[in-house]
């Protein structure tokens, strides 16, 4: 009893003593670095990808949609509008053509539909053999050497252009249908000209008689961007962008009832992760650097968002970009590594990996090189103005069967693997958002287009 009592005293004074004789430190608890929310990568990425959008085609009324919410996430979040703006929207003017019918008779006999095709800023055209001008003829025979004779000058024509492409080229026609038959977008309005694509053997080409008809329409677009402001007054002007492109295909050919391509990967888990950054960035505080968080239009029918952007910023400001495409599958490599196109052309994939150092993510080069990645992103225009901009993907394209498909929905992307992508990307982006890291600039070369 009295060990028991002994015991009981030294509990009740054991604190006293310790406030009288002994003055001990209380340790506050470290402050939990945040985590990209997995509520909000959920929830951006299904309303993106919801039916509701119609695919967020390129001047479509779901394009609107998706741009609008996407304003509303960084209102929500706290960003401002860049300077010079009003509001989160960037807008800019763009002219959508869409071929119509086209009839054609080829030295007395009319072809059959599909036969011909037509590029065109005109809205009808009538040619005839007998004109006195008459278009300039472009043979394409057969052999893989004639395809180069296919060039963007006859897809945005300068000049009127009568192409007769041999039947043994019928699958390269066949794309080319494809392309014009959606409609082209351009930045500029286009002139009086016209390109006519005849599917024949060639060259019989004695006598033609060709009418077609073409509608053309401007159409104002947007790229949805915010600003964090950076809390080192000297580096104002060192900018870091996170971008995405919002656009997709819109509606397409139906397969089973359903012609929405949502565009799920393609590209609203990119567009979700710079949302899901945006969110990070600003609950952490404490970016030296501005942060500048932008959706772009009109990637999947020439770049044209990301080009206007570029023209409104100097480019020698801009510290790096991190573009962010197709992130919503696991990569080649497993899960936990995503690859940065253009790897080698500057070093910011090695910065990226100093900053996970300890952590099982991983960043990998390109693996697929031949298919020309690096240039085929919105990343590409201020990579060629020599910015350190790469984009950060993880889908397999070679084999990835719901590329531009109707089937390219949430159910198909692992949500999980997706939001350890974007916290890697936020871990990664440590150095470079805080000053202590610079990428190196890209040198600036010719380059292919999408």
Same mark, same amino acid.
């Given at each position: 009893?009295?060990?028991?009592? %002994?015991? !009981?005293?030294?509990?009740?004074?054991?604190?006293?003593?310790?406030?009288?004789?002994?003055?001990?430190?209380?340790?506050?608890?470290?402050?939990?670095?945040?985590?990209?929310?997995?509520?909000?990568?959920?929830?951006?990425?299904?309303?993106?990808?919801?039916?509701?959008?119609?695919?967020?085609?390129?001047?479509?009324?779901?394009?609107?949609?998706?741009?609008?919410?996407?304003?509303?996430?960084?209102? /929500?979040?706290?960003?401002?509008?860049?300077?010079?703006?009003?509001? %989160?929207?960037?807008?800019?003017?763009?002219?959508?053509?869409?071929?119509?019918?086209?009839?054609?008779?080829?030295?007395? /006999?009319?072809?059959?539909?599909?036969?011909?095709?037509?590029?065109?800023?005109?809205?009808?055209?009538?040619?005839?053999?007998?004109?006195?001008?008459?278009?300039?003829?472009?043979?394409?025979?057969?052999?893989?050497?004639?395809?180069?004779?296919?060039?963007?000058?006859?897809?945005?024509?300068?000049?009127?252009?009568?192409?007769?492409?041999?039947?043994?080229?019928?699958?390269?026609?066949?794309?080319?249908? @494809?392309?014009?038959?959606?409609?082209?977008?351009?930045?500029?309005?286009?002139?009086?000209?016209?390109?006519?694509?005849?599917?024949?053997?060639?060259?019989?080409?004695?006598?033609?008689?060709?009418?077609?008809?073409?509608?053309?329409?401007?159409?104002?677009?947007?790229?949805?961007?915010?600003?964090?402001?950076?809390?080192?007054?000297?580096?104002?002007?060192?900018? +870091? +962008? %996170?971008?995405?492109?919002?656009?997709?295909?819109?509606?397409?050919?139906?397969?089973?009832?359903?012609?929405?391509?949502?565009?799920?990967?393609?590209?609203?888990?990119?567009?979700?992760?710079?949302?899901?950054?945006?969110?990070?960035? #600003? /609950?952490?505080?404490?970016?030296?650097?501005?942060?500048?968080?932008?959706?772009?239009?009109?990637?999947?029918?020439?770049?044209?968002?990301?080009?206007?952007?570029?023209?409104?910023?100097?480019? #020698?400001?801009?510290?790096?970009?991190?573009?962010?495409?197709?992130?919503?599958?696991?990569?080649?490599?497993?899960?936990?590594?995503?690859?940065?196109?253009?790897?080698?052309?500057?070093? %910011?994939?090695?910065?990226?990996?100093?900053?996970?150092?300890?952590?099982?993510?991983?960043?990998?080069?390109?693996?697929?090189?031949?298919? @020309?990645?690096?240039?085929?992103?919105? @990343?590409?225009?201020?990579? /060629?103005?020599?910015?350190?901009?790469?984009?950060?993907?993880?889908?397999?394209?070679?084999?990835?069967?719901?590329?531009?498909?109707?089937?390219?929905?949430?159910?198909?992307?692992?949500?999980?693997?997706?939001?350890?992508?974007?916290?890697?990307?936020?871990?990664?982006?440590? !150095?470079?958002?805080?000053?202590?890291?610079?990428?190196?600039?890209?040198?600036?070369?010719?380059?292919?287009?999408?």
């Amino acid at each position: 009893m009295k060990l028991l009592l %002994f015991l !009981g005293y030294l509990l009740v004074a054991a604190p006293v003593a310790a406030q009288t004789k002994i003055k001990t430190k209380v340790k506050t608890p470290a402050a939990k670095a945040p985590e990209v929310s997995t509520a909000t990568v959920a929830r951006v990425v299904r309303t993106l990808a919801a039916d509701d959008m119609q695919g967020r085609g390129t001047g479509q009324p779901g394009g609107l949609l998706a741009a609008q919410f996407l304003a509303s996430e960084f209102t /929500r979040i706290g960003l401002q509008p860049l300077p010079g703006l009003s509001s %989160f929207e960037q807008t800019f003017t763009a002219y959508q053509t869409q071929p119509g019918p086209i009839s054609v008779v080829l030295n007395g /006999r009319a072809l059959a539909p599909g036969k011909a095709l037509v590029q065109s800023g005109q809205p009808t055209l009538t040619w005839t053999s007998e004109d006195a001008q008459r278009p300039t003829v472009v043979v394409i025979g057969p052999g893989e050497d004639e395809l180069r004779k296919f060039n963007k000058e006859l897809l945005a024509p300068q000049t009127n252009t009568l192409v007769l492409v041999d039947t043994s080229q019928a699958k390269v026609f066949e794309k080319v249908a @494809n392309y014009l038959g959606h409609g082209t977008t351009s930045m500029e309005k286009p002139g009086p000209y016209s390109t006519v694509f005849i599917l024949a053997t060639a060259p019989a080409t004695s006598t033609y008689r060709i009418s077609a008809s073409t509608t053309s329409r401007s159409v104002e677009l947007r790229n949805v961007v915010g600003l964090l402001p950076g809390r080192d007054a000297q580096r104002s002007k060192e900018y +870091v +962008v %996170f971008s995405a492109h919002y656009d997709h295909l819109g509606a397409i050919a139906p397969v089973a009832g359903d012609s929405i391509a949502n565009g799920a990967d393609d590209d609203a888990s990119g567009t979700t992760a710079v949302v899901a950054l945006a969110e990070y960035f #600003k /609950r952490k505080n404490d970016n030296a650097r501005p942060l500048i968080f932008v959706a772009f239009a009109a990637e999947e029918v020439g770049g044209f968002g990301s080009q206007y952007f570029s023209q409104q910023l100097d480019p #020698k400001q801009v510290v790096a970009m991190f573009n962010i495409e197709m992130i919503g599958k696991v990569a080649k490599f497993g899960p936990n590594t995503a690859f940065i196109t253009g790897y080698n052309k500057s070093d %910011f994939g090695p910065l990226l990996q100093v900053n996970l150092a300890g952590s099982k993510f991983r960043f990998e080069p390109d693996p697929y090189p031949e298919q @020309n990645l690096f240039y085929r992103s919105d @990343n590409a225009t201020l990579a /060629r103005l020599g910015v350190p901009a790469h984009s950060i993907s993880t889908d397999q394209i070679p084999t990835d069967k719901l590329y531009h498909s109707v089937d390219d929905e949430v159910e198909s992307l692992n949500l999980t693997n997706m939001t350890a992508v974007i916290q890697a990307i936020g871990q990664s982006a440590a !150095g470079i958002v805080a000053g202590r890291q610079t990428p190196t600039r890209i040198a600036p070369e010719p380059a292919a287009g999408k």
